[in-house]
């Protein structure tokens, strides 16, 4: 079984940062793409960024690229998710996701199978 435990979330003043983890259970957790979704309330669950097995592929929503940069460390099996410049516009659970076996677009949360349980980020102005 895959278990996903993000950490890392808080509060903090736009312009500010914070730094994503997530730590994954799970032989598998090496051999796949990981990706970071948000969702703020009353809105759908939207891409943030994705990054292949080895790390040699990353993709970011328009909407935080050149601010955020995600990373990851197989040999700790962890994910990340750097924010910089954080703006209000920001503020949102942040969940990670494994993505399937089957391929799909990184960007539809159908192409996941495994969730966390979500961290808030607040960025007030």
Partial sequence: QVQLVES???SVQAGGSLRLSCAASGRTFSTIAMGWFRQAPGKEREFVASISWNGGNT?????????????????????????????PGDTAVYYCARKNAFGGSSYYTGSYDYWGQGTQVTVSS
């Fill in 8 to 10: 890392g979330g808080g």
């Fill in 59 to 87: 993709d970011y929503a328009d909407s935080v690229k050149g601010r955020f940069t995600i990373s990851r460390d197989n040999a700790k099996n962890t994910v990340s998710l750097q924010m910089n410049s954080l703006k």
